[in-house]
């Protein structure tokens, strides 16, 4: 465990006790039934783990960059797909709170901490993941307002959200707008069954001649790279690798409780050396990973530059782990593992999501490599 500081241990406690009163029971479901309730959503803004990081005077928490950190651990250990939300709600923020115009600032923040407004970010595309740079949607300046056209596939919270902040290409730069879902010729077509993270209630989003106010422009024109690249998706960065670790956290729970009640060969199964051997290897990469986001959020509040590979490192590490740990409490569960008795069969689905969401390992590899060379 790094060495947090008493207010942060006393923080996760009552983030631990939340997930047990509110949430466990429901875990189950919400994955089964791939749907969150409204009304939950408005549980988590009374309790305000909407507005983690929005500033008190627009009805936030103003939590502090470990504390959203270990919200996260908390959250991802019971339900990843709700940390997962939590990371696109927390994504919109940062944006808004960094490039949004007072006007912005002041109607959407206090309603994405209320619960009133429930935010998406729409990037992803058909035909673009990872290269961004390309976006296909066009935003088009027609005098008093834009028009906007094209597309996004794979929207988290996308079936149910208020406000979509949507990358799009205006005039060959990357810029941000704010889509508002009654904005005539927005078409909300859901997306479901999917492998892993099944409550995150996916869309597909057609803009088809969509009129957008210019007032919903986010900044400028061209700032949505800086947007998106170094503000979202580093914020999104963080806390996934967070939400791995408490994924990562809840697979050695379970392998640990499994492997001191079921025996084999006459002994218990932690009584054999090669399920020590995988358990081992299991504490070790969750500590490790827990270390690394540690160092990344310490980096993060000092504002301290070296914060950017260290997040990004911090990330790919703890998706790498999760995938890892998931595998191993697989294996040692067995055939019992694919039954949705025990909740293996479900981090272990959600693993594998963590190494592509925020950034594929592949990219973090050219990132962080291209990092590592220009020191």
């Known amino acids: 465990m790094p060495n947090y500081q008493p207010q942060y241990v006393k923080q996760q406690r009552l983030f631990n006790q939340f997930i047990e009163n509110c949430l466990h029971s429901h875990a189950k479901i919400f994955d089964k039934e791939q749907n969150i309730p409204r009304d939950f959503f408005y549980t988590l803004a009374q309790n305000g783990f909407l507005g983690a990081s929005i500033p008190k005077q627009f009805g936030g928490q103003q939590w502090d960059e470990l504390t959203i950190g270990i919200m996260h651990e908390s959250f991802a250990k019971e339900l990843c797909s709700l940390a997962n939300i939590l990371t696109v709600l927390g994504m919109v923020s940062k944006s808004l709170l960094q490039f949004g115009s007072k006007a912005q600032k002041q109607i959407w923040l206090p309603r994405i901490a209320s619960g009133e407004t429930l935010a998406a970010l729409a990037l992803t595309e058909s035909n673009i993941g990872s290269d961004l740079e390309h976006v296909e949607t066009q935003l088009l300046d027609a005098g008093d307002e834009f028009i906007l056209k094209g597309s996004k596939k794979y929207i988290t919270l996308g079936q149910i959200a208020d406000l979509f902040l949507v990358l799009a290409n205006c005039q060959g730069q990357l810029t941000a707008v704010l889509v508002e879902k009654d904005t005539s010729g927005l078409i909300i077509t859901p997306m479901s069954n999917f492998l892993g993270l099944r409550?995150?209630?996916?869309?597909?989003?057609?803009?088809?001649?969509?009129?957008?106010?210019?007032?919903?422009?986010?900044?400028?024109?061209?700032?949505?790279?800086?947007?998106?690249?170094?503000?979202?998706?580093?914020?999104?960065?963080?806390?996934?690798?967070?939400?791995?670790?408490?994924?990562?956290?809840?697979?050695?729970?379970?392998?640990?409780?499994?492997?001191?009640?079921?025996?084999?060969?006459?002994?218990?199964?932690?009584?054999?050396?090669?399920?020590?051997?995988?358990?081992?290897?299991?504490?070790?990469?969750?500590?490790?990973?827990?270390e690394l986001c540690f160092y990344a959020g310490e980096l993060r509040q000092q504002k301290n530059p070296a914060y950017i590979a260290e997040t990004l490192i911090a990330k790919y590490a703890a998706s790498k782990m999760v995938v890892f740990v998931s595998n191993h409490a697989l294996q040692i569960f067995g055939a019992a593992g694919f039954e949705e008795t025990y909740p293996v069969e479900r981090y272990y689905r959600d693993a594998k999501v963590m190494e592509i969401i925020e950034g594929t390992s592949q990219m973090h590899e050219i990132l962080i490599s291209k990092l590592c060379n220009n020191k």
């Open 199 to 290: 409550s995150n209630m996916l869309a597909e989003i057609f803009f088809d001649n969509c009129r957008i106010p210019k007032t919903n422009l986010l900044g400028s024109i061209g700032i949505g790279f800086n947007c998106v690249i170094q503000t979202a998706l580093d914020e999104g960065r963080y806390t996934t690798a967070y939400g791995c670790v408490g994924l990562g956290q809840a697979c050695l729970d379970a392998a640990l409780g499994y492997t001191q009640k079921r025996k084999q060969f006459d002994r218990r199964l932690d009584e054999h050396q090669l399920i020590q051997k995988m358990i081992t290897e299991m504490v070790a990469q969750v500590k490790a990973a827990r």
